[in-house]
């Protein structure tokens, strides 16, 4: 079966979305000897398909298709066409953004489509020209990342609840023997903390700060942002000799990091911004951090914050513990409780491990996915 999996991710990019495109065709390949081509855009630095690969993890089991960045509306247009242009010889289209559902116009195909947020149907000129495509009977599922994304979704449109299945995002399993012992993490503290994920608003640098602050006898290691927010933060923290900025890492190298750390943080804020074409776009109520799967993957103790979203696959005393976003002592005291309890940590990072590779696996999703679609 050939498969064309279409992304408006930039590849290689910073961005988790460019993660989970190049993750899922290259699991569905591998799993289900699918032929699988991914769609996306260039980001104009000229990297080799081996280069793409190996900042992923990735073999070159999949085609990888990538056309011009887009700057405006003409551009977007030409983008799709483009894209609708090479489709003709596949069988089914995985779509990551409605857009690319206006060529069920034209291409008699089967879709899937899956949606992170929506911001596009939060417009009514939008909504009015998807229900169209979303009601068509070769658009087969709707994947949703998490089930308050499926509540506000039905709340729109009701109708279409047997098309929909939630499917949380998802890592790779891992294993030691990948660790590369060269990378450069500072280990002069006995005790470390990590947190990896951008530095938008509320992804949590809201309470990393106070933390770092009190617990100044741990380390603090903070993966990810932009120059800017890198720059900002280091001039913020240049008093304190416990905090590290690392910038951002190829995602190939991230659980390295992971791996020489001892307690893993997710502080979501219940409002979480992420800065799209000049305007923050708010998607903390939906989203399926990929951070958390990759922490769960290297089985190591989590503290995240009590948030629904991440209730949908944390529990406390379970596979993690969980923290008001506005009571900071109750961080404090989570991290005074894994610093002091080895056999807590030991047992949350199995629990966290175990759920991973039972549930949210790459490959458990792909089949959870292609099941409920009956592709497989």
């Known amino acids: ?37 991914l769609f996306g855009i260039n980001n104009k630095q000229n990297k080799s398909i081996k280069e793409i690969h190996d900042i992923y993890g990735t073999k070159q089991t999949f085609k990888i298709k990538l056309f011009k960045k887009y700057t405006n509306k003409f551009g977007i247009i030409l983008f799709h066409i483009k894209v609708f242009l090479n489709l003709f010889n596949y069988q089914i289209i ?31 000129f939008y909504l009015k020209i998807f229900k169209y495509f979303l009601y068509n009977n070769r658009l087969i599922s709707i994947i949703l990342v998490s089930n308050q994304l499926s509540i506000d979704f039905l709340k729109i449109l009701p109708d279409l609840r047997n098309k929909i299945l939630v499917a949380h995002d998802g890592s790779s399993n891992f294993n030691k023997f ?92 219940p409002e979480m911004k992420i800065f799209i074409k000049k305007k923050y776009i708010e998607i903390g109520k939906y989203t399926s951090p990929l951070k958390m799967f990759e922490y769960m993957s290297v089985c190591k ?19 993690a513990l969980l923290c008001s976003h506005d009571d900071l002592n109750q961080w404090i005291k989570a991290i005074n409780s894994l610093h002091k309890d080895s056999k807590l940590r030991l047992l949350l990072a199995k629990n966290a491990k175990k759920d991973l590779k039972d549930k949210y696996l790459w490959e458990v999703r792909i089949k959870k996915i292609f099941t409920f679609s009956k592709l497989i």
């Open 1 to 37: 079966m050939k498969i064309a999996y279409l992304t408006n991710s930039i590849i290689p990019s910073k961005f988790a979305n460019s993660v989970h495109s190049m993750k899922m065709c290259y699991y569905l390949s591998l799993k289900y000897n699918f032929k699988v081509s």
């Open 94 to 124: 995985y779509s990551r953004h409605p857009f690319f559902l206006f060529s069920l116009l034209l291409l008699k195909k089967k879709y899937i489509l899956e949606i992170h947020d929506l911001r596009i149907f939060n417009s009514f």
């Open 301 to 319: 103790p989590i503290i995240a914050s009590n948030l629904n979203n991440l209730k949908e696959v944390l529990i406390h005393k379970h596979n």
């Open 178 to 269: 990948e660790i590369n012992e060269k990378i450069p993490f500072n280990n002069t503290f006995t005790f470390n903390v990590i947190y990896v994920g951008s530095l938008h608003p509320g992804k949590g640098m809201e309470i990393i700060k106070p933390l770092s602050s009190h617990f100044k006898e741990f380390g603090f290691h903070i993966i990810g942002g932009n120059d800017d927010e890198v720059r900002k933060y280091k001039n913020e923290f240049k008093n304190q000799n416990n905090i590290f900025l690392y910038g951002h890492i190829s995602h190939n190298e991230i659980k390295n990091y992971i791996y020489k750390s001892d307690v893993c943080l997710l502080p979501n804020l």
